[in-house]
């Protein structure tokens, strides 16, 4: 099973931008769909984006789309979520997790990591 580690995250003004990495400490990702959730204050943990395996589909949550785009280099064991024209309300924790061979929006207990966090401020 493959096992996440993320790490970009900071504070950041509005209007700015972010690149968060997700790390695999262990396993390949190209056989893997890897999703980016994230926990906002207070909030229910939601997904924001997922990219398919074998660099696949990609999809977004609503909000971010136009703004956040999800990539991979299979080479690096890397996934990235680029994250611009930040706004208070994408403040929270990151988390990247495996999902499966397709995007389902339900993360495999055990693959994320720590989190990052991201704090969209003035």
């Known amino acids: 099973q493959v096992q996440l580690v993320e790490s970009g995250g900071g504070l950041v003004q509005p209007g700015g931008s972010l690149r968060l990495s997700c790390a695999a400490s262990?396993?390949?990702?190209?056989?893997?769909?890897i999703g980016w959730f994230r926990q906002p204050p207070g909030k229910e943990r939601e997904v924001v984006s997922c990219?398919?395996?074998?660099?696949?589909?990609?999809n977004y949550l609503d909000s971010v789309k136009g703004r956040f785009t999800i990539s991979i280099d299979n080479a690096k064991r890397l996934v990235y979520l680029q994250m611009n024209d930040l706004k208070p309300e994408d403040t929270g924790t990151y988390y990247c997790?495996?999902?499966?061979?397709?995007?389902?929006?339900?993360?495999?207990?055990?693959?994320w990591g720590q989190g990052t966090q991201v704090t969209v401020s003035s």
């Open positions: 262990r396993g390949d990702l190209e056989h893997w769909a």
């Open positions: 997790a495996a999902e499966g061979r397709r995007c389902s929006g339900y993360p495999i207990i055990g693959t």
């Open positions: 990219i398919d395996s074998n660099d696949g589909p990609t």
